[in-house]
């Protein structure tokens, strides 16, 4: 069996997972899938003398390669840097069964590169591994398939939401508040709204928004910025901002 001089430990967690209740809370954590490769290389004493470097994707679907970690570990294989990859399972390298079965079964043993799917029991130097061709294609047809499935219902998660009335985005629009009673939705702001209904009003009239801005400064109206402090608002990046900062 080839020398391993340096193997490379690949993690990655997507946000799909996150919300995936059909697993546990343990299973596909970046901390857990470490601790789970590493106890592995533990009981392999051909891996023991190997140096392992880390490359992780968290945030990232697996549906494409198009992941600055994956990309990272690909260069390095490529350049010779990488001997060995171990993840804990094929759904972690990914999940698009092409360009999965591509780099298993023409890429990486065309490069000398030893692969292990610690989950899977595959191996793909070992002559004893469980996984045959068929099964590993078969593996990873599901992957694929439970990933677009999974990403369906994600949407329609979302949408769900949106219809009840929940505020799906990151921050808060200048005008608006989180609610205190509901949560996950936003309520108008009084003060800020009656300003938002006058910016309007003099756009409609044919100021132009610096115009518009050295009227609310001559008024001394509060910014945006003042305005979410006030109200412990978070404020989302608006077309309000170039005033805000015309008039500081």
């Known amino acids: ?22 697993n546990s809370k343990h299973s ?27 490359y992780c994707d968290d945030g990232y679907s697996g549906t494409n390669f198009i992941r600055p970690g994956i990309q990272r570990l690909l260069s390095d294989v490529k350049k010779g840097k990488i001997q060995c990859i171990v993840v804990k399972d094929f759904s972690r390298f990914g999940r698009n069964y092409i360009e999965v079965g591509t780099y298993l079964e023409e890429v990486f ?6 692969f292990i799917s610690v989950n899977d029991h595959y191996d793909n130097q070992n002559f004893h591994s469980f996984v045959n061709p068929i099964d590993l294609a ?14 369906q219902k994600v949407k329609a998660s979302f949408m769900i939401k949106q219809e009840k009335g929940y505020y799906l985005g990151g921050g808060i629009p200048y005008g608006y508040c989180r609610s205190q009673k509901e949560k996950g939705k936003i ?11 006058r910016i309007f009003r003099m756009t409609m009239d044919g ?11 001559k008024n001394n109206v509060a910014a945006p910025g003042d305005q979410m402090v006030k109200h412990s608002c978070n404020l989302a990046d608006s077309t309000f901002t170039e005033a805000n900062t015309r008039r500081k």
């Open 1 to 22: 069996m080839k020398e391993i001089l340096t193997a490379a430990i690949y993690l990655r967690l997507s946000k799909e997972d996150d919300l995936d209740v059909t």
């Open 207 to 217: 100021y132009s928004r610096s115009e518009i801005a050295r009227i609310l400064n």
């Open 187 to 197: 309520v108008i702001e009084k003060e800020a709204a009656d300003i938002v209904r």
């Open 138 to 151: 078969v593996r990873n047809i599901m992957y694929d398939y439970y990933s677009k499935d999974l990403s």
């Open 109 to 114: 043993p065309l490069l000398g590169v030893r």
């Open 28 to 54: 596909n954590s970046i901390e857990n899938q470490l601790l789970l490769i590493q106890n592995y290389i533990a009981s392999h004493l051909e891996l023991n003398k190997s140096e392992f470097v880390e």
